[in-house]
Each structure stands twice: as structure tokens, then as C-alpha cells.
């Protein structure tokens, strides 16, 4: 009876298709690659220093495969932030090193309606690093912007927005594919017309 037990034992792994044993003959696949690490510079974007930083603290803190960190200098940035008097807009990525750089301006026009300095630039970061908008999202979703509405300063994101850039980013640099980047405006939404339908 014990070595039908023992016979059974063994038979489990080879069913399942796993490997029985301490080492494999080949390296596991999708090993990790190198981190990949974006550089930005923010010597246009005024009054938005403290809020750009945060922002970029609060991804630094949730991803794993890519690193905000402020560039050198300007010219050897991968993405700029500008401070502008209008409504947010920003090169959709993912952005990466050598690639086509990407622009954030920080709209003041959004601030003087009542939305979070930190918000505006999180999730105008959050474009950079290839998450398109969700404005009806709640506010716990970063990438939902505007949607929730002024009170709404959530300025972090959501484990399903970690993953997605954490996916975009998991091979390196080089397997982010080449895209048209294109401009993503947060313009806000035009009112609802009495009596409209």
C-alpha cells in the first residue's frame, strides 16, 4: 500500500505538468527585467513643484517596473511638466528612455474650479506612464479625474491601474512597443442644458 501511495505521489507533479525537484534545466520564463526609470523636469512648471513631486512619490511608492526621478537637466528629461493657464492635457505613453518625449501641462484653469494641485499632476502622470481616462470612475481611481467632481483628492493609484502600468513596463524599456502618442486633453465636461435630453 505505501508504494502505491509513493508511485501516486510521484505521478501528481508530471500530471499537473509541474516540475518535481529543487532545480529546473532552464531559467523560469518572463524573468524580471530591469527597472525601468523615466526622468522629468519641472524648471517650467512653476507653482506645481511641490504637487509634481508628490505625485511622483505616490507612484514611486505603488509601481515596480518603472522609477520617476527628476532629470539632470532639461534636455536629458523623457517627459517635461509646464504649467499652462488652461485645462490639463498630456502625451498619452507609456513613455520610455530614447523614445518620443512627452509633455504635461498642468492646466491653472482646472485649479481655479477647485480640483487637487496633487490629483491634476498624479494622474497627468498617470498618462505619461500609458493609462488612458475612466471619468466614470470613482474617486478611489486615480485615472478618473475629473469625473468624481472637486471634492475628490485621491491622488494615488488603485491596484488595477498598478498592475496596467506595472504591465506596461514589466519586460524593460525595450519591449514597451512604439506608439503615435498622442495629446490627451482633461478638458472639463460641457454643463447639462436645462431641459435637454
Same mark, same amino acid.
Given at each position: 500500500?505505501?508504494?502505491? &501511495?509513493?508511485?501516486? /505521489?510521484? $505521478?501528481?507533479? =508530471?500530471?499537473?505538468?509541474?516540475?518535481?525537484?529543487?532545480?529546473?534545466?532552464?531559467?523560469?520564463?518572463?524573468?524580471?527585467?530591469? =527597472? =525601468?526609470?523615466?526622468? #522629468?523636469?519641472?524648471?517650467?512648471?512653476?507653482? %506645481?513643484?511641490? @504637487?509634481?513631486? !508628490?505625485?511622483?512619490?505616490? %507612484?514611486? @511608492?505603488?509601481? +515596480?517596473?518603472?522609477? $520617476?526621478?527628476?532629470?539632470?537637466?532639461?534636455?536629458?528629461?523623457?517627459?517635461? #511638466?509646464?504649467?499652462?493657464?488652461? %485645462?490639463?492635457?498630456?502625451?498619452?505613453?507609456?513613455?520610455?528612455?530614447?523614445?518620443?518625449?512627452?509633455?504635461?501641462?498642468?492646466? !491653472?484653469?482646472?485649479? *481655479?474650479?477647485? #480640483? *487637487?494641485?496633487?490629483?491634476?499632476? /498624479?494622474?497627468?502622470?498617470?498618462?505619461?506612464?500609458?493609462?488612458?481616462?475612466?471619468?466614470?470612475?470613482?474617486?478611489?481611481?486615480?485615472?478618473?479625474?475629473?469625473?468624481?467632481?472637486?471634492?475628490?483628492?485621491?491622488?494615488?493609484?488603485?491596484?488595477?491601474?498598478?498592475? !496596467?502600468?506595472?504591465?506596461? #513596463? @514589466?519586460?524593460?524599456?525595450?519591449?514597451?512597443?512604439?506608439?503615435?502618442?498622442? &495629446? =490627451? &486633453?482633461?478638458?472639463?465636461?460641457?454643463?447639462? $442644458?436645462?431641459?435637454? +435630453?
Amino acid at each position: 500500500m505505501i508504494k502505491r &501511495i509513493a508511485a501516486v /505521489a510521484a $505521478l501528481i507533479p =508530471v500530471m499537473l505538468g509541474v516540475a518535481s525537484g529543487a532545480a529546473l534545466a532552464h531559467p523560469a520564463p518572463n524573468a524580471k527585467a530591469a =527597472v =525601468v526609470t523615466l526622468t #522629468y523636469d519641472t524648471s517650467r512648471a512653476g507653482q %506645481w513643484a511641490g @504637487a509634481i513631486t !508628490q505625485g511622483a512619490q505616490n %507612484w514611486n @511608492a505603488a509601481v +515596480h517596473n518603472v522609477r $520617476l526621478q527628476p532629470a539632470s537637466s532639461p534636455s536629458s528629461a523623457n517627459f517635461v #511638466y509646464v504649467a499652462t493657464s488652461g %485645462w490639463p492635457q498630456t502625451t498619452l505613453g507609456p513613455i520610455v528612455p530614447g523614445g518620443s518625449r512627452g509633455q504635461v501641462q498642468l492646466g !491653472q484653469e482646472a485649479v *481655479d474650479e477647485g #480640483y *487637487d494641485m496633487t490629483r491634476i499632476a /498624479a494622474h497627468e502622470t498617470g498618462h505619461i506612464l500609458g493609462l488612458p481616462d475612466d471619468y466614470s470612475g470613482p474617486c478611489s481611481e486615480l485615472m478618473s479625474g475629473h469625473g468624481p467632481g472637486t471634492s475628490c483628492t485621491n491622488a494615488k493609484p488603485n491596484a488595477a491601474e498598478v498592475a !496596467q502600468v506595472d504591465r506596461n #513596463y @514589466a519586460g524593460g524599456a525595450a519591449s514597451v512597443s512604439p506608439k503615435q502618442h498622442r &495629446i =490627451v &486633453i482633461d478638458a472639463q465636461p460641457a454643463p447639462v $442644458l436645462a431641459g435637454a +435630453h
